[in-house]
């Protein structure tokens, strides 16, 4: 691992570690090399963006959303690390490219939904323990989402976050509602393993997989 990965490594385990001076020096070391990725994007294939998305902005909300709610992910190294903000860009891109007027609310401080804010149990729980640890369950679910195709991804976050009706969630996604009931069906033992994945260390086999779409 080179001395700039150590760096890296080191500011994360800050962060976690709750000093947030830490995320922003982390992200003034990625913001010009991340900030020439998403604008070769706006440019090519999310060009309907150019004129309502500034890719500076773009780069420090979505990069920076996404540190905040992910769990205590160590990257092995710099590309590692790199290779995750540019999963979290493309997917705040293809977020507003379908839902151009969630922009208002997400500089708002409310969620986009490239992260998942998977809802806290409304039960109030006197073992702090548990708290942390339901705390972390979440934030790995949110994690993973990342890295499922757009319309899974869709369908996660109607249902669960936003707590739509299958016939609300086969409305947004086109399709019936049956169908969308048993793709949901199917997803969630999917999206269970890639937690174990993501949990084991196998990052680079989610990264190396077929961009998400």
């Not at 998305?53 to 709610?69: G, H, I, P, W």
């Not at 969630?169 to 069906?185: G, K």
Request: charged share 30%; glycine share 4%; net charge negative.
């Amino acid at each position: 691992m080179g001395e700039n990965s150590g760096e890296t490594v080191e500011l994360l385990q800050r962060w976690h570690g709750g000093e947030k001076e830490a995320l922003h020096v982390l992200l003034k070391r990625f913001l010009p090399r991340l900030h020439q990725f998403a604008s070769a994007k706006l440019h090519t294939e999310f060009s309907q963006l150019q004129r309502e998305q500034d890719s500076l902005d773009l780069v420090q909300t979505s990069a920076a959303k996404a540190l905040e709610y992910v769990p205590p992910f160590v990257p092995r190294d710099d590309e590692q690390f790199f290779g995750l903000l540019c999963t979290f860009v493309l997917n705040h891109l293809r977020n507003r490219l379908r839902s151009p007027g969630r922009l208002a609310a997400e500089r708002k401080g409310e969620f986009g939904d490239s992260v998942l804010d998977l809802r806290p149990s409304e039960r109030s729980s006197e073992n702090p323990s548990q708290v942390v640890q339901e705390a972390e369950e979440r934030a790995w679910a949110r994690f993973a989402l990342e890295f499922l195709p757009d319309l899974d991804r869709r369908l996660v976050l109607l249902r669960v976050v936003e707590q739509a009706s299958w016939e609300e969630v086969a409305a947004q996604l086109e399709i019936t509602p049956d169908a969308a009931r048993m793709r949901y069906n199917r997803l969630m033992p999917e999206l269970a393993n890639m937690i174990r994945r993501l949990r084991e260390g196998h990052v680079d086999d989610l990264l190396s997989r077929p961009a998400p779409v």
